[in-house]
């Protein structure tokens, strides 16, 4: 089935660590996006990308880096800048062209640091 | 994007319809109201979107002011398991640039 695919769901790091977020999508979108979400928060934009090999910065880009060498894969890393990185991260991707516009979520990836 | 404003939570009967009210006075005629919810640590799912006319699907009906500057999304006969938080944003139709979203809506159903 087609979809979005978010690895790990859970993930532990200590402080200084870098990490790194998958995102996968096989629906065919040129966009996709990375959120972070804190409890009880809504969703804030970390960088979005509207193709392959470019990606521009969101409300909360510091401390964060992304690649967007594939079309299907978006990948996240949290850095050891990144001065409070515990939150739930949510990837999302849509197409351009056609179709109702709709935003299609993974089901997140919830990162600790200890 | 425009700006939308939704009130930060909400309660509802079991059975009972859910208005969910969105202000968006600053939309632009080239933008869609979309409505998402999400459960609880999972990611957000569509739900229905519109332009100007009054749109309905299996999950709930939008309902569009004339002035497009609000909407309000109905779920005719609330469950339990609609307890979630919507959200409404609004933004072209294919537009692939920065998507925001505010607070949204918790909605809690009660038996």
């Known amino acids: 089935d087609g979809g979005i695919t978010q690895s790990p769901k859970y993930l532990f790091r200590k402080e200084g660590q870098n990490v790194t977020l998958s995102c996968e999508q096989n629906?065919?979108?040129?966009?996709m996006y990375w959120y972070r979400q804190d409890p009880g928060q809504g969703l804030r934009l970390i960088y979005y990308?509207?193709?392959?090999?470019?990606?521009q910065k969101g409300d909360i880009a510091e401390g964060y880096s992304v690649s967007r060498e594939k079309k299907e894969s978006f990948p996240l890393t949290v850095t050891s800048a990144q001065k409070n990185p515990t939150a739930f991260y949510l990837c999302a991707s849509k197409g351009l062209a056609g179709g109702t516009g709709e935003l299609f979520f993974g089901e997140g990836s919830r990162l600790t640091v200890l | 994007d425009a700006k939308t404003t939704q009130p930060p939570s909400m309660d509802c009967a079991e059975g009972r319809a859910a208005n969910l009210p969105c202000n968006h006075s600053?939309?632009?005629?080239?933008?869609?109201v979309y409505w998402y919810r999400q459960i609880h640590s999972q990611g957000p799912q569509y739900i229905i979107h519109g332009l100007k006319n009054n749109e309905t699907n299996e999950m709930a009906s939008l309902i569009i002011t004339e002035d497009r500057k609000s909407s309000t999304l109905i779920l005719p006969h609330a469950t339990l398991r609609d307890t979630a938080v919507y959200y409404c944003?609004?933004?072209?139709?294919?537009?692939?640039?920065?998507?925001?979203f505010g607070g949204g809506t918790r909605l809690m159903v009660k038996p």
């Open positions: 944003i609004v933004r072209p139709l294919n537009a692939g640039n920065m998507l925001t």
């Open positions: 990308s509207q193709i392959v090999n470019d990606f």
């Open positions: 629906l065919n979108h040129d966009a």
């Open positions: 600053t939309i632009s005629g080239n933008e869609y």
